[in-house]
């Protein structure tokens, strides 16, 4: 039997390492078309007939994810055509030397799915590349005034309306299904409303009546929610029109399909519309780069929401209004889980299949960035000093400062701007495994329900079920953004049709049944054992959750992942760095990325059983290095964010311009001098770090890494010792703690894993370098001379202790020197063990009484 295999896409965001994103996703779809074959039930096997078709039919995103959907749905419509690329040979013939024999055995169609596949490859690869870069994101140090964020959104509408202009010509598509689902994340700046105050008991049902207004608003706190995070879905035949202008299916959904004009828009907005129409596209490439534009980087974008897209949710204050205007950023601010929402929309399509042994359901999800899973417990809130930046413009300038009740607010505000970020991103794991143990739990209930006699069921009990039945789907219907299944009447000839949880019924029972359950005979009806079982198990389902959800859809996730001594290791991306925008400075990342990219798909499907094992390898380049690029990008943002201080009047009022703008010098310097000294910190080579440059500290004293500790070295009073800083006048003196004197530094520090051993990477101010040991160097100042004398090195603490600090939410680590004298020059550091570590947070219950 011919066998399909739908491609649902899930894709985060990932900012300039879209290039990865956008390449890997159709390597897939390249490697599923040349090599994809179903598995034998049960078997790490594949069968001898590849797919018949592998066809895409749902996207989901979030953030720029959803900008590069929005391209790849465009370029499986029509090829879009490109003027200017870096290709020297024609699509095809670059799938003839990537696939060598496997592309001439393939037959016709397959051909051309594949050239299709490989065009929007190279679409991607110039968008992303060539089009998105430094030069037009970061234009000028003075930006125009309609230009509202650090960089310029006209730059993402340019490319819009260059490759989306042309709207694409009918019956031209290949590999997409003839229905497909796409959905974005989106972030209402506006919010909306969810009020439950109605629908809740608060009074015996006896007494009848409304409520007055006054007890429903003394509920506004306790059953009103304001949601900013929003999920836009647009439902797309391209083939054919929607049977009934679409209102069967969810009326919440923006619907678009081949009709020559659009219907006729009721009072809600409601409408379909002629997905070959520019007005069509207007509104997926909108909402595409409102999903992408994160905050404060790009300025926020509008978009025309209509009132049916909001169900019973429409504000009141709008109720009059078909359509509103609402400010859009990032959706990946508060709803960042696209492999939820395309598991959801593909489950929506595929309960509606009528044979669902005819395809296997994957589900692709491919994320550029992979940030480390690690609690964060230090609270900055309690330390007691803090590092200082430049002072009286003096060059490099470093300064220790006691906390003030107004730093320790704005620690705090950091704290709890993280923690509403934090939580702004949780996504239901718990969720999905209770979900999972729900499929097994299902089958021990539909068992159970079979042993049931038929004599058991009253004719009262057929009703009831099927009533309860009627009203749980329909609600679900009603209230859900994305039904989990079609309509309760369509449900119904779903389920029959594929004879699911009975054989007897046919779709042609369903109306005579129907009269019954509204009549008033006391006869039982034809088959009705087999009607009870059914309607049992749709609110088995219902009240589980698992109605439309299917156990036989795989997830592959897809990362840049490198084969290293057999094993897929994480190899970050050069891009990655600046929070993703390292790639727009450096033509060569992006490349990079891209050919990375593919070589990265075709190992997680080998892995996951997707393509047989014996699948060649696609060449890449093995390092990666480009420096230039990534200076003149800081270099340009430096710029742009120079003057933002003085727009400010928080910073103004508090009186941090100074620090902020050092703050941000050394993150930018920290990009710099990674890309400069060691391109391998990205995961190829790392190797040369502790090999390859013998002095490391030059450079590790101008980077930030990780998480900073403070460092409290106790000295006896008056006796001159300090901590050497660059430069003049930058030596730091001891403070007086509780009538004891320390000297203060902060000290950040990072694992990284050189032939599978951890090695602990200090970096700081003061930090230096003896015999190839990292150490924080003391020294004494001398009367009457400029020139310091070196007095001891100690050695910085162990990687046991570094790992305990991260579990404190105040660690300092402590070396008392008050009974060392001064060290030899050629002595050995002081050792590590003499630290001491500890806590410096007093809980509440120890100082109150």
């Known amino acids: 039997m011919a066998k399909s295999l739908k491609l649902a896409f899930a894709m985060g965001g990932g900012v300039s390492c879209g290039t990865f994103s956008g390449a890997a996703l159709t390597e897939v779809i390249k490697q599923a078309i040349v090599y994809a074959r179903p598995r034998k039930p049960g078997k790490n096997e594949f069968e001898e007939e590849p797919y018949d078709r592998v066809i895409v039919d749902v996207f989901a995103g979030a953030s720029a994810g ?104 009918p019956g031209k598509k290949r590999i997409l299904a003839d229905r497909v689902l796409f959905g974005g994340s989106i972030s209402n700046l506006t919010g909306i409303n969810y009020d439950a105050r109605r629908r809740l008991n608060i009074r015996p049902k006896e007494i009848k009546g409304d409520f007055d207004d006054a007890i429903v608003e003394a509920l506004n706190s306790g059953l009103v929610s304001t949601s900013h995070r929003e999920l836009r879905i647009f439902d797309i035949k391209f083939e054919g029109t929607f049977e009934n202008d679409g209102l069967d299916e969810p009326k919440q959904w923006c619907r678009f399909d081949s009709r020559v004009q659009k219907s006729t828009p009721q009072e809600d907005g409601y409408h379909v519309d002629n997905i070959y129409s520019s007005q069509a596209w207007g509104q997926i490439v909108g909402t595409s780069v409102a999903s992408g534009a994160f905050p404060f980087g790009f300025a926020p974008v509008p978009l025309t929401r209509r009132a049916h897209e909001f169900g019973n949710h429409w504000p009141e204050e709008l109720r009059d209004q078909p359509d509103h205007i609402f400010t859009y950023v990032d959706g990946g601010t508060f709803l960042n889980e696209p492999i939820r929402e395309a598991f959801r929309l593909a489950s929506y399509l595929d309960s509606q299949e009528a044979d669902p042994d005819t395809f296997d359901r994957r589900v692709i999800f491919v994320d550029p960035i992979v940030s480390p899973v690690e609690g964060e417990f230090k609270v900055p809130f309690w330390e007691d000093f803090s590092e200082g930046g430049k002072f009286l413009n003096l060059p490099n300038r470093y300064d220790i400062h006691a906390a003030t009740p107004r730093s320790s607010v704005i620690s705090a505000a950091g704290s709890i701007l993280g923690a509403f970020w934090n939580q702004a991103q949780v996504k239901p794991a718990d969720t999905v495994i209770d979900t999972r143990k729900s499929f097994y739990l299902r089958s021990f209930i539909t068992k159970a329900l079979s042993k049931i006699e038929p004599e058991s069921i009253s004719v009262e009990d057929l009703r009831k079920v099927y009533a309860a039945c009627e009203d749980h789907a329909t609600e679900l219907w009603e209230h859900q953004k994305l039904p989990s299944t079609a309509k309760f009447e369509r449900l119904l000839q779903l389920w029959i049709k594929t004879k699911k949880y009975s054989s007897q019924l046919t779709v042609e029972h369903i109306a005579p049944f129907k009269t019954w359950v509204k009549g008033t005979s006391q006869d039982k009806p034809e088959h009705y054992h087999a009607w009870y079982l059914l309607l049992v198990n749709i609110l088995a389902e219902v009240n589980m959750k698992l109605l439309g959800k299917d156990n036989q859809a795989f997830l592959l996730p897809i990362a840049p992942l490198r084969r290293n001594q057999g094993k897929l290791t994480l190899a970050p991306l050069p891009g990655a760095a600046l929070a993703g925008f390292a790639g727009f400075g450096s033509y060569a990342a992006g490349v990079f990325e891209v050919e990375f990219a593919k070589q990265a798909a075709i190992d997680m499907m080998r892995e996951l059983w997707l393509i047989p094992q014996d699948v060649p390898d696609y060449k890449y380049w093995e390092v990666f290095a480009d420096t230039d690029g990534c200076r003149e990008l800081a270099q340009k943002v430096g710029n742009r964010t120079g003057d933002l201080p003085k727009d400010f009047v928080f910073f103004d009022d508090i009186n941090q311009d100074e620090e902020w703008l050092d703050g941000m010098n050394r993150l930018l310097d920290r990009i710099v001098n990674i890309l400069s000294v060691n391109s391998d910190h990205f995961g190829f080579q790392f190797l040369k770090l502790i090999n390859g440059y013998r002095s490391i500290a030059w450079f590790l004293r101008r980077l930030d890494l990780g998480q900073k500790f403070e460092f409290r070295i106790k000295v006896k009073e008056k006796s001159r010792l300090e901590l050497d800083g660059r430069g003049v006048l930058n030596d730091l003196k001891p403070i007086e703690i509780d009538g004891e004197h320390f000297l203060i530094s902060f000290n950040g520090a990072e694992i990284i894993k050189i032939k599978n051993e951890e090695k602990l990477l200090w970096s700081g101010y003061h930090l230096r370098e003896k015999d190839e040991l990292q150490v924080l160097p003391i020294r004494k100042d001398q009367l009457l001379n400029p020139f310091d004398i070196a007095y001891a090195n100690l050695e910085l603490p162990s990687l046991s202790d570094f790992k305990k600090a991260k579990q404190m939410g105040n660690p300092v680590f402590t070396y008392d020197l008050t009974a060392q004298g001064k060290q030899g020059k050629n002595d050995p550091p002081l050792p590590a063990s003499k630290w001491i570590l500890k806590n410096m947070i007093t809980p509440i219950e120890e100082s109150l009484f």
Request: proline residues 8%; hydrophobic residues 35%.
């Open 66 to 169: 959803t900008m590069s959907l929005g391209i790849m749905l465009r370029g499986l419509v029509e090829p879009i055509p490109l003027t200017d690329t870096p290709f020297s040979t024609s699509a095809e013939e670059r799938l003839k030397a990537q696939f060598n024999n496997a592309y001439d055995q393939l037959p016709d169609d397959k051909k051309k799915d594949l050239i299709y596949a490989q065009q929007l490859q190279d679409v991607q690869h110039v968008i992303w590349t060539q089009e998105i870069n430094l030069d037009t994101l970061v234009p000028s140090k003075n930006p125009k005034p309609d230009e509202k964020g650090l960089l310029r959104s006209e730059a993402v509408y340019d490319i819009a309306k260059k490759y989306f202009k042309t709207t694409p010509t």
